[in-house]
């Protein structure tokens, strides 16, 4: 999902969609089989369930072979992914599938907001509220995403400066 956000960037940094063009159907196709794996009850997305499959985010406490589900990280990959991906659409104009990747994402970020915030922690939980310490890198990614509430966006740097989570590795500092 990464690299449908370094397609993205290659384009605000070039103009040039000549890449995103000649991998279009890529892109599409990783998009839409994220989309099918969705769990009815959370409305969360999750990742293939085989022994040989796992998501790795970071060389960190519960980042590095997460094999459970769902996953804060996960959803906010894939709702980076759908962001890019939807403006890659709209600038070679396919606003349709833009339209559908932006809805899709924004309803995506409101479940994940929902979903693995954990009050009593101060922040956001990478698995399911109350089941992992929590991490840097999940804080930082949903700010980046902008989902953090207004009212809680204090709240969330507190937890950052407390010395308490699970330091960020140098692979999400760009976040």
């Not at 499959?53 to 996953?71: A, G, H, M």
């Not at 992992?132 to 400066?161: G, Y």
């Amino acid at each position: 999902m990464v690299w449908i956000t370094e397609l993205y960037e290659h384009f605000l940094h070039t103009g040039s969609l000549k890449l995103f063009q000649k991998f279009i159907p890529a892109v599409d196709d990783i998009l839409d089989k994220a989309l099918a794996r969705r769990d009815p009850e959370s409305t969360l997305y999750f990742n293939e369930k085989k022994a040989n499959i796992w998501n790795f985010y970071e060389w960190t406490e519960n980042l590095s072979r997460q094999d459970t589900f769902p996953q804060s990280p996960y959803n906010l990959y894939l709702r980076e992914a759908l962001l890019s991906a939807a403006s890659l659409h709209e600038a070679d104009g396919n606003r349709d599938r833009a339209v559908f990747l932006r809805d899709t994402a924004a309803s995506l970020g409101t479940q994940i907001e929902r979903t693995f915030r954990d009050p009593e922690a101060g922040g956001y939980s990478t698995l399911l509220p109350g089941k992992v310490r929590l991490n840097e890198h999940v804080q930082v990614l949903m700010l980046f995403h902008n989902l953090v509430p207004e009212d809680r966006v204090r709240t969330i740097f507190e937890t950052l400066c407390s010395g308490k989570l699970v330091p960020i590795s140098y692979s999400a500092l760009s976040y």
